[in-house]
């Protein structure tokens, strides 16, 4: 005659007795924006296991509030499921490429495209992905000389820079250039023999 155990099915799976899942609200966020990342915490059952400690750890950026209230940010956060085997946590997108979430043996990845803005001053907007920066030179009126002059105090942050020179003619005047040195300096010269008051259009782009 066989006898049956009392033993308990969660003493018998130990951990494996406990499933977590992470589950995001964006896969393909753009840069800089933020998502919500839930951490569920079932039994073998489906049913919620709460006042489950967790750790969660982000491959690179950090986790800025728990369960919708501000904390100091960190990549890695440890946090307490509710009655509904829950929490949340809010993470800023503030680095390109694939991103890893994990939480106890679950991983989970999200991948954080798109432009963002580093520079916006004066008519000069340089924005830049993952790759790839480019800088809008849009002015009304501007005197180009007939030597390269910088404009006053326009560079491009450093980690963004080109690594040789890049050169674009203006849109409404091919004869007026606009130079973006290796070392930041933006850069414009009349190339028509004496100096040019006017309107300056151009796009400027290089990989980084």
Request: aromatic share 8%; hydrophobic share 30%; proline share 2%.
């Amino acid at each position: 005659m066989s006898e049956r155990s009392n033993v308990s099915i969660s003493d018998i799976l130990g951990e494996n007795y406990k499933i977590t899942n992470i589950e995001c609200s964006d896969y393909n966020p753009q840069i800089d924006g933020n998502i919500t990342v839930t951490i569920t915490v079932t039994d073998v059952f489906g049913d919620a296991i709460s006042n489950e400690s967790v750790t969660v750890t982000a491959s690179e950026g950090n986790f800025t509030q728990l369960n919708g209230t501000s904390i100091t940010a960190a990549a890695t956060v440890t946090a307490t499921t509710n009655i509904s085997g829950q929490f949340t946590l809010t993470y800023t997108c503030t680095e390109w490429g694939l991103i890893t979430f994990s939480a106890n043996t679950v991983n989970k990845q999200i991948l954080v495209k798109g432009y963002k803005t580093i520079k916006n001053d004066s008519g000069i907007t340089v924005r830049a992905n993952e790759d790839t920066v480019e800088c809008r030179v849009v002015l009304s009126s501007t005197t180009f000389t007939t030597s390269f002059t910088q404009f006053t105090g326009q560079t491009i942050p450093e980690g963004y820079r080109p690594n040789g020179s890049v050169t674009c003619p203006c849109y409404n005047n091919t004869n007026l250039l606009v130079v973006i040195l290796s070392n930041g300096n933006i850069m414009r010269r009349s190339m028509t023999g004496s100096n040019y008051t006017g309107a300056c259009d151009c796009l400027l782009t290089w990989k980084y």
